[in-house]
C-alpha cells in the first residue's frame, strides 16, 4: 500500500499535541465478547479522573479514553509492567483487546454485545510494510519509522536505531491502524503502541513499563511520509 494515496491534509509544520480525554463512554456497561471465549462488561467512571472496571477482575483502575477516527475509541490503562488498550469500535460494532509488556504481546478480537454477534473483526494487516513516516512530538523531537515485515524500526535523534521485532499492525478501518510490539531491556519488558490515522497523519502512542516514567501517559504527534 502507498500510504501517499490515503493521506488528505498538507501539513509543513509538525507540533505535538495530548489529545483530550472523550467522556462520551462514562456510566455506559458495554458488554463484550471474544474468540477467546472470554466475556465481560467494561464501565468507564469519572470521579473526577477517568477509571475503568471491568466485571472479570479489575476495578476502578486510571484509564484514558481518546476518540480517534470517529466513532472508534481507545481506553488505556496500565498495571506495571503491562499496558493495556480495548479498541472500541462503535462504527462497526467490533473490540479489540491488546495487552503489551508481558512475556508476549497478544491480541484478541471479538464484537461489541449491543451490535449483536458479527463475523467481521479487526485483523492483523501488513499493510503498512514498505513505508517508512516520520512520527513528530514536537518541532525538535521525530521518531522515524520503518515498517518492515513485521518489524519497526524508530530512529531518535541523537540515539542508535531500536529495531522492535515483531511490530504488528492492526487494520481498523480504512487507513487507520494500531500497531503495538515490545522491546526487551534486559529482564524489563518495555510495551510500545502506536494507534496511527494515515488519512489526517494523527497518531498517538505510549511506552509502558519504562522506569521513572508515569505507567500511563498517552501522546500524540503528527507524521510525514518519506517514502514507500
Not at 501539513?11 to 466475556?39: H, M, Q, W
Not at 499496558?83 to 469500535?89: K, P, Q, R, V
Not at 479487526?122 to 513505508?131: I, P, Q, V
Not at 542508535?160 to 492492526?170: E, R, S
Request: charged share 20%.
Amino acid at each position: 500500500m502507498n500510504l501517499k494515496t490515503l493521506y488528505k491534509y498538507a501539513a509543513s509544520d509538525f507540533c505535538g499535541y495530548s489529545r483530550p480525554n472523550s467522556f462520551e463512554l462514562v456510566g455506559r456497561n458495554i458488554a463484550l465478547t471474544f474468540d477467546s471465549g472470554r466475556k465481560t462488561t467494561l464501565t468507564l467512571a469519572r470521579s473526577p479522573a477517568l477509571s475503568v472496571t471491568l466485571s472479570d477482575g479489575l476495578n476502578d483502575q486510571p484509564a484514558e479514553c481518546l476518540k480517534i477516527g470517529g466513532d472508534i475509541f481507545l481506553v488505556n490503562f496500565a498495571i506495571v509492567p503491562w499496558g493495556a488498550t480495548y479498541i472500541l469500535d462503535y462504527a462497526r460494532g467490533l473490540v479489540t483487546h491488546v495487552v503489551v509488556g508481558g512475556d508476549e504481546p497478544m491480541a484478541d478480537f471479538g464484537y461489541i454485545d449491543d451490535f449483536g454477534a458479527k463475523p467481521e473483526r479487526h485483523a492483523l494487516s501488513g499493510d503498512l510494510d514498505g513505508n517508512t513516516v516520520d512520527w513528530s512530538f514536537s518541532p525538535s523531537i521525530t521518531a522515524r519509522v520503518k515498517y518492515d515485515g513485521g518489524a519497526a524500526y524508530i530512529a531518535l535523534p541523537n540515539m542508535p536505531p531500536v529495531t522492535v521485532p515483531g511490530f504488528k499492525a492492526i487494520r481498523v478501518a480504512e487507513g487507520i491502524y494500531f500497531q503495538y510490539g515490545q522491546i526487551s531491556f534486559g529482564p524489563a519488558k518495555t510495551g510500545l503502541f502506536l494507534a496511527s490515522d494515515f488519512n489526517t497523519l494523527l497518531f498517538d502512542g505510549d511506552l509502558f513499563g519504562v522506569p521513572g516514567l508515569p505507567a500511563l501517559g498517552t501522546v500524540g504527534g503528527w507524521g510525514k511520509i518519506i517514502a514507500e
